[in-house]
């Protein structure tokens, strides 16, 4: 056997879930430097954790990651847990030599995020890789439509035109989960989707954000409490008690890229019919791409060098072997699904951790340095729309 990744997954929800499956597949399909052996699966209740751990394969389970995260024989520890735990449980990893996959976004606040960043700078010189978990970025189509921006294609960038549209909120009867309260969240569809937007904007254009004017809604105040919640989504029973909702359901906010490129972005879980619909179009003065996570197979470009008379939207078909990662799965036109994000960005993390040399570490992106960048603009979005001077009533209209 290859080099073993022994690997400690914290969190057995619906991350904890999918990194497993990424763990176990990704040396299946790919060559990798390291074999990923899925060695702890940490839980908080005893019964539940066994019960994943043997359904999905980790060899023990605990139920407290402060007795894992340093023990000799775990190599990476991968944090799939609600965002007030990312700060204590990387710290405490990093400053025991261990390689850390962080779930989006990478903190609650800018102040964690920063110390986050700080310890993964010190371990880095220790030769210790930690990356955040914007697994977007490995959809093939996004990361040719990257290829095709960073080539020049598009030309000077003008537009960006984010949204990411879920349903699952949209019933107000829809049970409280720890997603709607600020204390472990942050905040709400703003850092659970509209951060991947966010990512996925910066990371494209190659650019940064650098203002915003947003717009925060809450349209569900309260919600039943259900017992035990399993998965997103589920009904309460009648006459249970309810919860205060601490975080905005909804966001939409334009912003300004230091490249002079305009933005506009929203994000809610509350848009009916859209299970998850991620979308981005970016238009720049060469061309265009434009991209649905519904069809997350394709990505649409627009090539304004195209001959007069024959202009207008291509469809390609991105899980072809020229396309990143896709070479490695199925024939052309088979198709590859949400949980292949999770695998490629094992892969990418494997061989920045076993593989040899600097130009291997690079692989581990997004950093917590450029995951902290998104963090800072999630501060501004709730900044901006805190304030609302930003927002300037009409005239005669009330609500
Ligand atoms: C829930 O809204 C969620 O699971 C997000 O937390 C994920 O990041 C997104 O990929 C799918 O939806």
């Known amino acids: ?51 994943a751990a043997g359904r999905w394969g980790f060899d023990e389970t605990a139920t407290d990651w ?8 775990i190599d990476v520890v991968d944090i799939c847990t609600p965002g007030d735990t990312h700060a204590e449980i990387a710290l405490a990893a990093l400053a025991a030599g ?11 606040d800018v102040a964690d995020a920063d110390r986050m960043v700080a310890a993964a700078g010190r371990a880095a010189t220790q030769g210790v890789v930690s990356m955040c978990g914007f697994s977007y970025r490995r959809t093939p189509a996004l990361s040719l439509a990257r290829r095709l921006i960073e080539d020049g294609r598009l030309g000077e960038i003008r537009h960006v035109r984010a949204q990411y549209l879920q349903d699952w909120l949209s ?22 989707i509209g951060a991947h937007s966010i990512d996925t904007a910066q990371w494209l254009t190659g650019d940064r954000i650098d203002g915003v004017s947003a717009t925060l809604r809450t349209f569900a105040l309260t919600r039943p409490v259900l017992g035990e919640q399993v998965g997103l989504g589920g009904r309460a029973h009648e ?7 601490s975080v905005d359901d909804a966001v939409a906010f334009t912003a300004a890229f230091s ?4 933005g ?30 519904r069809s997350m197979n394709e990505l649409d470009f627009y090539d304004a060098a195209d001959p007069a008379g024959e202009q207008g939207f291509r469809r390609i078909q991105a899980n072809e072997a020229e396309h990143p990662y896709a070479g490695a799965w199925w024939p052309p036109g088979h198709g590859l699904g949400y949980e292949h994000l999770f695998t490629h960005q094992v892969v990418d993390f494997v061989r920045a951790v076993a593989g040899d040399g600097v130009a291997h ?32 009533p009409i005239e005669g209209v009330s609500r």
């Open 239 to 245: 006459g249970a008690e309810r919860r205060h909702v």
């Open 171 to 192: 019933d107000a009867e829809a049970p409280f989960t720890w997603r709607l309260d600020k204390e472990r969240a942050g905040s709400g569809t703003l850092g659970d």
């Open 361 to 392: 570490r690079e692989l581990a992106s997004p950093t917590f340095a450029d995951a902290a960048r998104v963090q800072r603009v999630l501060a501004a979005v709730e900044s901006s729309a805190a304030r609302q001077s930003v927002y300037t």
């Open 1 to 51: 056997m290859d080099k073993p990744v022994r690997v400690a997954v914290i969190g057995t929800g619906f991350m904890g879930r999918m990194h497993a499956q990424a763990w176990r597949t990704a040396h299946r399909f790919f060559d990798l430097p390291g074999t990923p052996v899925l060695s702890v699966l940490v839980g908080t209740n005893a019964e539940r954790t066994a019960a």
């Open 66 to 73: 402060r007795s894992v995260v340093g023990r000799p024989d």
């Open 264 to 293: 506009v972005f929203e994000a809610t879980r509350m848009a009916t019919g859209h299970r998850n619909s991620n979308r981005i179009e970016i238009n720049g003065d060469r061309g265009s791409v434009a991209f649905d996570f």
């Open 98 to 108: 261990k390689h850390v996959m962080c779930e989006k976004p990478l903190a609650n």
């Open 259 to 262: 490249g002079g490129a305009l």
